[in-house]
């Protein structure tokens, strides 16, 4: 991967519990974004958090940003089958210029069984 | 859901042939972006727009090239397809901030290509 990668790769859970996925990246960034892509679909944008911050919510998620490690992980809290889907990690490199090239991770699947 | 529509959902050509990927939004974005993604795998730019009349290419390297006349269109064409073209290619979008490179993108629902 150019800069994203996503851990687990692959990650099966049962509904109600809680599923945790990390990216980890190699340059600096401007900010980092998740994404939802539901099988066969476009990709949905969940939650951004700038590179000033360190935690961000957003109803059952939760995102937390280290960039002295370079790492980010999201937390979807009380997991339901819809959940089912790839998430994906995106980051704006800090030097990268106003063109927002985002650089997606290579994803997480999400299987949430009921 | 966002206001960006892609056509065909899928499409199966032979190869040689030309074929135009659609994509349309109707919410007044300035920036359009073109993606190729591959099952299981992730995303890869190959084209992207700031406005009417600018395109450049992505970091994906693309036989395919695209074209923006008005705001709302940007169409990707391929003149001749090949097998190796065959994949998913989703288009999206996102608002101009100034110079601010912190726009969420808004995607479709992607064109899945199958060049025979």
């Known amino acids: 991967s150019q800069q994203g990668e996503e851990d687990p790769q692959a990650l099966s859970i049962q509904e109600g519990e809680n599923a945790t996925m990390n990216c980890s990246y190699k340059?600096?960034?401007?900010?980092l974004q998740w994404y939802r892509q539901n099988s066969g679909r476009g990709l949905v944008h969940l939650i951004l958090?700038?590179?000033?911050?360190r935690e961000k919510h957003s109803g059952r998620l939760r995102v937390t940003l280290d960039t002295s490690k370079k790492s980010s992980s999201l937390l979807i809290t009380a997991s339901r089958a819809a959940d089912t889907a790839s998430y994906f990690c995106?980051?704006?490199?800090?030097?990268?210029?106003?063109?927002?090239?985002?650089?997606f991770g290579t994803g997480t699947l999400l299987a949430v069984q009921p | 859901e966002a206001d960006i529509y892609q056509t065909p959902r899928y499409l199966v050509i032979g190869t040689g042939k030309k074929i135009t990927l659609e994509c349309s939004q109707t919410?007044?974005?300035?920036?359009m972006y073109w993606y190729q993604q591959d099952p299981g795998m992730e995303l890869h730019l190959i084209h992207y727009?700031?406005?009417?009349?600018?395109?450049e290419k992505g970091d994906l390297s693309s036989e395919s090239t695209v074209s923006r006349i008005r705001t709302e269109h940007f169409p990707l064409t391929l003149e001749s397809a090949r097998p190796s073209h065959t994949s998913q290619y989703l288009c999206?979008?996102?608002?101009?901030?100034?110079?601010?490179?912190?726009?969420?993108?808004?995607f479709g629902n992607g064109t899945r290509l199958t060049v025979t």
């Open positions: 999206a979008s996102s608002e101009r901030q100034g110079s601010s490179y912190n726009s969420p993108l808004h």
């Open positions: 340059t600096s960034i401007n900010n």
């Open positions: 958090i700038r590179s000033n911050e």
């Open positions: 995106a980051t704006a490199p800090l030097y990268g210029g106003a063109t927002n090239k985002l650089i």
């Open positions: 919410m007044g974005h300035d920036k």
């Open positions: 727009s700031y406005g009417v009349n600018s395109t």
